[in-house]
């Protein structure tokens, strides 16, 4: 290294100067010895003061080199510190992370008295309640072509669900009364010829690649309500998350296929008994500037189903259709709309529809704000009409509701979006009171 180097040079220079020296010295005691005139005392002096001098150097190059020595075991310490530093991060760049946290607050007006006019109605009338929910995301780049997700999550509070849910949902964000941290996710993906061709196996979410939409799908940013984040008519695993694979196609930018197959009940028994099944279909043209995603998709549902007419029947398939798109009309303003039709005989919504739009807030200088707004209904099924008619209510063809928010993006890790949704037919009852659910929801993005 350059300081042991720099050592080496210090040493020879010194050696010549002590040489130099001695022999200065021993030229001035020749010339001592043979003068006559009586200096000799005054030579001596000055030999050793030289000499002096000289263990005054030598020692403090013995210093010199105890220093060198000390900062060069300081150096090689230092290396390996960065190399073990360079090392750990070379194994974080290949991980991605995201931590987000969601808490909604909402209450409801006019909800009173559907305590006795709406069937399977919880709570105590209008209510004010609370659900907060964690995530956390990791990914990870395995080799060229793969990349592995593990996906936490945790939360606590049921929401309005009981009291507003009905059969569209008022918060699909609430988890429930359990904080535990569950792994709901974890897979590996694997892509083939240049990307054409995916593959995904594991514990999976399948509202990842199917049933997707630009506007309506993301309860931590967009709508609350469910049947704006997911088809109603899309009957998910028991457990939601479930495990199976994923297939994917991708010709070109404008096309794509998906194949997925899961297990029905989430409980990693029996796979290939009690599963769903579904295919989609995907169009993304462009007009001009404006892009567009046109999604077609259709599913069956072996696991138990019950006849709603005769529950101890509980051997029908469920099968349905699907279509999900959305549209950029502008720069800021993006529309969409969704579709679902389901068995008449084992589901309470036989058929459900949806639309609206959102508007980014670049229209009015706030880049990163957002406003949505959409209507969607819920069309109950005969024979669910049969049932709740025999439990002594009265039913109207769907339920409906309306939802509108406002993301105002406080700065690049909070947002906060008040929240209004309106309801009629809760529960498809004829005689529910139209309520109204005021609410807010914070954002935070580590």
Request: proline share 2%; glycine share 10%; charged share 25%.
């Amino acid at each position: 290294m350059k300081r042991i180097k720099d050592r080496a040079i210090i040493k020879r220079i010194f050696t010549g100067f002590t040489c130099l020296l001695f022999f200065t010295a021993a030229v001035l005691f020749t010339i001592s010895d043979v003068s006559a005139n009586g200096n000799g005392d005054e030579i001596m002096d000055e030999i050793r003061a030289l000499k002096r001098r000289i263990d005054q150097l030598e020692k403090k190059l013995a210093e010199q080199e105890t220093k060198i020595q000390q900062q060069e075991k300081k150096i090689v310490s230092t290396d390996d510190t960065l190399s073990e530093i360079a090392d750990i991060k070379e194994t974080l760049s290949r991980f991605d992370f995201y931590v987000g946290a969601t808490s909604v607050v909402q209450g409801t007006i006019n909800n009173d008295r559907n305590l006795r006019k709406v069937p399977g109605m919880g709570g105590k009338g209008d209510d004010t309640d609370a659900s907060y929910s964690v995530d956390i995301e990791i990914t990870s780049k395995i080799g060229k072509h793969g990349t592995a997700l593990l996906y936490l999550e945790a939360g606590e509070g049921e929401g309005l669900n009981s009291e507003a849910g009905g059969l569209t949902g008022v918060n699909y964000e609430a988890l429930g009364d359990d904080a535990d941290v569950q792994v709901s996710e974890v897979w590996y993906e694997h892509s083939f010829f240049d990307d054409k061709l995916v593959a995904t196996v594991g514990k999976m979410d399948i509202t990842r690649w199917f049933d997707t939409n630009e506007v309506a799908d993301d309860e931590c940013s967009q709508f609350l309500a469910d049947i704006f984040v997911d088809n109603l008519a899309l009957n998910l695993p028991d457990d939601f998350y479930a495990y199976g694979a994923r297939l994917g196609y991708f010709p070109s930018d404008m096309f794509e296929i998906n194949l997925g197959y899961v297990e029905s009940n989430g409980d990693f028994e029996d796979l290939f008994d009690d599963n769903l099944m579904i295919g989609e279909v995907a169009f993304k043209p462009k007009f001009g500037e404006l892009q567009g995603n046109y999604r077609f998709y259709a599913w069956r549902n072996t696991g138990e189903h019950q006849k709603l007419r005769v529950p101890l029947r509980t051997d029908k398939t469920g099968e349905g259709v699907g279509i999900s798109f959305d549209q950029q009309l502008s720069k800021n303003i993006t529309a969409f709309c969704r579709y679902g039709q389901q068995h008449d005989d084992i589901y309470p919504v036989r058929r459900t529809w949806s639309l609206g739009f959102q508007v980014a807030g670049s229209a009015w200088g706030r880049d990163n704000d957002m406003f949505g707004l959409a209507y969607g209904a819920a069309e109950t099924s005969g024979a669910y009409r049969d049932v709740i008619r025999d439990a002594g209510f009265g039913t109207t063809p769907a339920e409906s509701r309306i939802e509108a928010y406002y993301r105002y993006q406080l700065n690049d890790h909070i947002a906060i979006s008040p929240d209004v949704q309106w309801v009629d037919g809760l529960m498809g009852a004829s005689n529910a009171d139209a309520i109204t659910i005021l609410g807010v929801r914070a954002q935070l993005d580590f």
